[in-house]
């Protein structure tokens, strides 16, 4: 027969698995099915009643009692203290949250990061403890041991990673467009395809020219990002899922800002992490440059835009890897009109919901490209697959200090992103290549 503690641990781990049920329903706003109300009813059915409504106990509790007493006995047999009943586990509950999340997939993952932030960052020892001892219990996280970074107790839990890096991938056109891969090193030479074998007409009896596929290397070197937050320690205290969730959301969408700031305007300097992007890459190989006097967007024409297209490399021309990258106020006030005046419009064309397009190509939107101005590119169109690849070292880490502005009361974060990013097939002086651009007249 199981101890009277034995039991009540069965108690608090069945309340834990109803509590998770409820939350799941509430994050989807909506109402348990059949299924799960059968299963809600069946966690509380065997729980029973705890006889403090004046009702006479049943279930666990009832068998919480009958060994409570037995226990009892046998102490008193062996003339020892009678033993003092523990009593149940108790664990905080999930915090309401209000609105829908932003980063995670569930409020059950938001909430179990935020138990892990308690556990490793706490600047209360006993809500540390607490924090712990529930992920022990609970299975969360189990690998995570107290004070060994070696061994887990300082590594990002992967909800909160996941969380922050879609964030990032959904904020920013960087990760949807390049192309993606992962560092086994912080220095990392990708292999890359530069030529073929070459066909010969060798004469009869003649030898037959030898010749190899080549590669070359894309060389990355991983840079670290890093975005440092504050946090209340009420908030911490009263409204754990939605902190969670901010903090992810917020780190998640300034890493893809940054992120598509060094895509398109890195110039190789430390202003953009060493990273050399789109405009400093885009040759005269592959750039329409407008009529002199042409020094605003407003200028551009159909033929630019077609011309565009024709200088992308016909061996980087994959049809669903095609994309346009701009502004969002250039499409608006350049592209717009331009499709407009072409005629033909109906009410589902002008208004439609589809995404963005041109001459059939998706548009992605950056308010990191130039604004109008002379000697500018306002248009990128290409197979940015091909041409960019973004190579990531690490997920996400976290550190956080209650020092850092003890005054203020808050905990202080700071997460970091290791990553590279590098344009191997952009134009030449007089070559194309994976992606073609744009560009105004000098002034």
């Known amino acids: 027969m199981k101890s009277s ?23 989807e706003e909506r109402e348990f099915n059949a299924e799960e109300s059968k299963q809600f009813d069946a966690y509380l059915a065997e729980i029973g009643s705890d006889g403090l409504d004046g009702e006479a106990k049943s279930g666990l509790w009832a068998k919480v009692e009958q060994a409570e007493k037995l226990e009892k006995i046998e102490a008193q047999i062996k003339e020892k203290p009678e033993p003092v009943a523990e009593a149940p586990k108790v664990y905080a509950k999930p915090c309401k949250f209000a609105g ?30 607490a924090a712990r001892q529930e992920m022990n219990d609970k299975g969360i996280y189990a690998a995570q041991t107290e004070g060994t970074g070696s061994a887990g107790g300082n590594l990002t839990p992967d909800s909160l990673a996941a969380a922050v890096i ?49 590669y070359g290397l894309v060389q990355l070197t991983a840079v670290k990002r890093a975005v440092m937050t504050q946090i209340s320690n009420e908030l911490i205290a009263d409204s754990l899922v939605n902190v969670m969730d901010d903090v992810a959301a917020d780190a998640g969408h300034a890493l893809a800002y940054q992120a598509d700031n060094e895509f398109i305007n890195g110039d190789g300097t430390s202003t953009y992490g060493g990273e050399t992007g789109l405009v400093s890459s885009c040759a005269a190989g592959g750039t329409v ?8 967007f407003s200028s551009i024409t159909l033929a630019d835009l077609h011309s565009c297209v024709s200088k992308v490399a016909d061996k980087f021309w994959v049809e669903p890897n095609m994309a346009w990258i701009m502004r969002r106020s250039t499409f608006a006030e350049v592209i717009q009109k331009l499709v407009y005046a072409g005629g033909g419009n109906t009410v589902d064309s002008i208004s439609g919901g589809q995404r963005p397009a041109l001459f059939g190509y998706p548009i992605y939107f950056s308010d990191h490209m130039p604004a109008s101005a002379a000697s500018k590119f306002g248009v990128f169109f290409g197979n940015f697959n091909a041409g960019v690849v973004m190579g990531d070292r690490q997920g996400v880490e976290i550190a956080s200090s209650a020092d850092y502005a003890f005054n203020l009361d808050v905990m202080t974060l700071r997460l970091t992103a290791r990553y ?10 007089s070559s194309t290549g994976a992606f073609a651009g744009i560009k105004t007249a000098a002034s």
Do not use: C
């Not at 829908?100 to 809500?127: H, I, M, P, T």
């Not at 066909?199 to 080549?214: H, N």
């Open 100 to 129: 829908r999340l932003k980063a995670f997939a569930n409020a059950q993952d938001a909430y179990n990061a935020g138990v892990w932030f308690k556990a490793n960052f706490s600047k209360s020892e006993d809500v540390r403890q």
């Open 166 to 214: 879609n964030a990032r991938e959904n904020a920013g056109i960087a990760p949807q467009l390049a192309q993606r891969v992962v560092m086994p090193s912080d220095s990392f030479d990708l292999p890359k395809r530069s030529s073929g074998q070459t066909v010969y007409y060798p004469g009869e009896a003649s030898a037959i020219t030898a010749s190899d596929k080549t």
């Open 289 to 296: 440059t407008l009529d002199s006097g042409e020094t605003g």
């Open 420 to 429: 590279d990013l590098a344009v191997h097939e952009a134009p030449g002086a």
């Open 5 to 27: 503690k034995q039991i009540r641990e069965d108690i608090a781990d069945l309340y834990a698995k109803a509590q998770a049920l409820g939350e799941l329903v509430k994050t």
